[in-house]
């Protein structure tokens, strides 16, 4: 399954909504993560090569590890993915 590419601000938008639901240790150990939420995060940093230089990007990735889970989660927070630049 291909992860959700977050940029750090939607990601923290994401996060404290999420908070408002679970308990803040959930976010702490990967494996209770991705039995209850069906995903874990990864933070991207990439480097973007342009012709006058170049500049990282850093991202949050989102890997999903159930269908259901996934889909319940774009229908639920799509619309803070709307501008992901």
Same mark, same amino acid.
């Given at each position: 399954?291909? $992860?959700?590419? #977050?940029?750090? *601000?939607?990601?923290?938008?994401?996060?404290? +909504?999420?908070?408002? +639901?679970?308990?803040?240790?959930?976010?702490?150990?990967?494996? !209770?993560? !991705?039995?209850?939420?069906?995903?874990?995060?990864?933070?991207?940093?990439?480097?973007?090569? !342009? $012709?006058?230089?170049?500049? *990282?990007?850093?991202?949050?990735? #989102?890997?999903?590890?159930?269908?259901?889970?996934?889909?319940?989660?774009?229908?639920?927070?799509? +619309?803070?993915?709307?501008?992901?630049?």
């Amino acid at each position: 399954m291909k $992860p959700v590419v #977050l940029s750090v *601000s939607q990601w923290q938008v994401i996060r404290s +909504e999420l908070q408002t +639901e679970h308990p803040r240790t959930l976010f702490m150990l990967r494996d !209770k993560m !991705k039995i209850v939420l069906g995903f874990t995060v990864r933070e991207h940093t990439e480097w973007i090569a !342009k $012709p006058d230089g170049g500049y *990282s990007k850093h991202s949050i990735r #989102l890997d999903f590890y159930s269908e259901r889970k996934y889909t319940m989660f774009l229908l639920k927070f799509s +619309e803070h993915m709307e501008d992901n630049t």
